[in-house]
Structure formats: structure tokens, C-alpha cells
């Protein structure tokens, strides 16, 4: 079975700062799919970014990045020039290849400080 | 394009009433999934779908039945709602297929049950 380890509960940083946030994963697969969702207080999970496992570039969306270390299990998200509309939980999920059934860490809670 | 509906938005029930929770999607997805998300977890796969016809069992699939109506619908059932029941419930669908994108899910807004 997958596990995903998000271990910072909280987090907060000052508008326009850059901000890392941690994730670690542990599987037996070889070919898998990683992402990051966000959830504002609307409760809406948006879509942020994905990562195939078996490309070596790290995947970018804006101001978005990860930072995919595949032999470490580690899989960060960075969120360059904060804006007060990134607070939001922020969730790690993975997929096995052909799964198609996401496995979800507990989240990590980003406050953008005006 | 409405993406991933969910129908009712808040829903209070008392211990042993039954509902049923409506989820539908429009982007022609062949795989469409029902999560629970509780206090300090993440989300937890109750029951998915991978195509119409068919269904098996998450993470957490006690206490629900679902129901795969054709490939826009599908369906969470309460059957006789519990305390331990309460919680926002997720809708997913996803693409199967060759696609860049196949395995993205892409939720509903979320139904708030409280079960008193």
C-alpha cells in the first residue's frame, strides 16, 4: 500500500516571499503519477501541478514548481512571489500507473501574510 | 462546461435516515470516484467507478452503497446514517485512456453532511 506524508500541519510566509512545501511518499511502484491540490476555504480542490514518474524534469506551472527527488520518495512544491490568494490547504496526492485511485496526505495549511 | 456537480451542497440527518448523495460530470469521463475528507485527514476513497457497469470498493466503503447510473452520474448512498458518518464528501472524475491527463482527477465542490 502507498502512504503519503505531508509533515508541516501549518505554514505561513509574507506576501511576494518564496515558500517550500514538503512531501514524502512511499511505494513499491515504479510507474506513478504525483500531485499537488489546493483547497481554499471554499472547500473547491483545484488542481496545481502533476508529475509523471518517469520524467526527469521537474514538472512548472507559473509560479508553481516541484522539486521530484524519485530515489529520495520526496516530491515539494514551490510557490515563488506568494499571493494572498495561494492561502489555501494544500494536499499531496499519488496514483500508481493504471490505478487510477489517488492517495492523499493530510494536508499542509499555507497562510500568505499580507 | 460545469465540470464536476454535486447535489445537495449541506445536508443535516438524524442517526438512521438514509440519502443519497447526486454527482454528474460533463467532460465524458470513464472513471468517477467518491472521497470523505475528515478533520486533520485527507481525502479517503469510499467507492469508485471505472466505467459504466461497474464499481469497487476505496479505502472506507462501510455504511455506503453506490450506483453508477450511466457515464455522467454516480451516485453515494446512505443507507442508515451514523454520527461517524459526518463529513464533506467529494466527488472525482477522471479520463481513462492514452491522454497526457489520464489520471487526473478532477473534483465537485464538496456536499457537507452533519449526521445528529
Known sequence: ?114 | NAGVTQTPKFQVLKTGQSMTLQCAQDMNHNSMYWYRQDPGMGLRLIYYSASEGTTDKGEVPNGYNVSRLNKREFSLRLESAAPSQTSVYFCASSEAGTSGNRETQYFGPGTRLLVL
Open chain 1, 1 to 114: 500500500a502507498q502512504t503519503v506524508t505531508q509533515s508541516q500541519p501549518e505554514m505561513s510566509v509574507q506576501e511576494a516571499e518564496t515558500v517550500t512545501l514538503s512531501c514524502t511518499y512511499d511505494t513499491s511502484e515504479n510507474n506513478y503519477y504525483l500531485f499537488w491540490y489546493k483547497q481554499p476555504p471554499s472547500r473547491q480542490m483545484i488542481l496545481v501541478i502533476r508529475q509523471e514518474a518517469y520524467k526527469q524534469q521537474n514538472a512548472t506551472e507559473n509560479r508553481f514548481s516541484v522539486n521530484f527527488q524519485k530515489a529520495a520518495k520526496s516530491f515539494s512544491l514551490k510557490i515563488s512571489d506568494s499571493q494572498l490568494g495561494d492561502t489555501a490547504m494544500y494536499f499531496c496526492a499519488f496514483d500508481a500507473f493504471g490505478n487510477e485511485k489517488l492517495t492523499f496526505g493530510t494536508g499542509t495549511r499555507l497562510t500568505i501574510i499580507p
